[in-house]
């Protein structure tokens, strides 16, 4: 019996320490990025901003209709629509990209002219909060909405996190992955991909 608890207790102590480094692996890979995105306030500013598009009629069951179009860009739908300008949050008046990404199988644009709500996806927006929010990546906040204005969350080392803020932002520039770096290489250094979009 003696010999077997011998056995036991090391084998008990590696065990519990095999654990703790993973705990701390865990905590050392998702700390950063959680600081970063699906933070309380990212989730309370990504509600706040989806009632002025809403009101702006940007988004939700009352939006103007846009001019579908072939976009083809991954991870984006194929068919978009594209809408950008101003709009007042709170004491903040910042610009705002509003991009509704359609998906199906095969879908054309008049697929998505005639059922819009049959093929929305999601909703991706970057709005140009105030400075000094993220002036490394030019203070965009990033989100992806469902088509009723909830987050889309992602799971990152076994955690789910609500996709709105620095979304992938890394410890460095270099480090930056999603929406960030995707954006980054973007020509004119402002982060928009459509050339007709300037900021004003």
Not at 8 to 18: D, G, I, Y
Not at 38 to 64: C, F
Request: with cysteine; glycine share 10%; hydrophobic share 40%.
């Amino acid at each position: 019996m003696t010999i077997l608890n011998t056995f036991r207790v090391p084998a008990l102590l590696l065990q519990s320490l095999a654990g703790i480094i993973l705990i701390a692996s865990v905590i050392s890979c998702v700390g950063p990025m959680r600081g970063h995105v699906g933070t309380a306030d990212d989730i309370q500013y990504a509600a706040k901003l989806w009632s002025v598009l809403e009101s702006e009629r940007m988004v939700g069951a009352h939006a103007k209709t846009l001019k579908p179009f072939i976009g083809a860009a991954r991870p984006h739908g194929w068919v978009l629509e594209v809408e950008s300008r101003m709009v007042q949050l709170g004491e903040h008046r910042g610009f705002v990209v509003v991009k509704k990404n359609y998906r199906g199988n095969h879908i054309s644009v008049a697929d998505v002219e005639k059922n819009r709500a049959k093929y929305l996806n999601s909703i991706s927006v970057m709005f140009k909060r105030e400075a000094g929010y993220d002036p490394e990546d030019k203070n965009w906040f990033w989100v992806q909405y469902k088509p009723d204005g909830q987050l889309f969350t992602m799971r990152k080392m076994g955690m789910k996190i609500a996709m709105a803020g620095k979304i992938m932002k890394g410890a460095s520039p270099d480090k930056n992955s999603g929406c960030i770096y995707c954006h980054s290489s973007a020509g004119g250094g402002d982060y928009i991909f459509y050339p007709d979009i300037t900021l004003p």
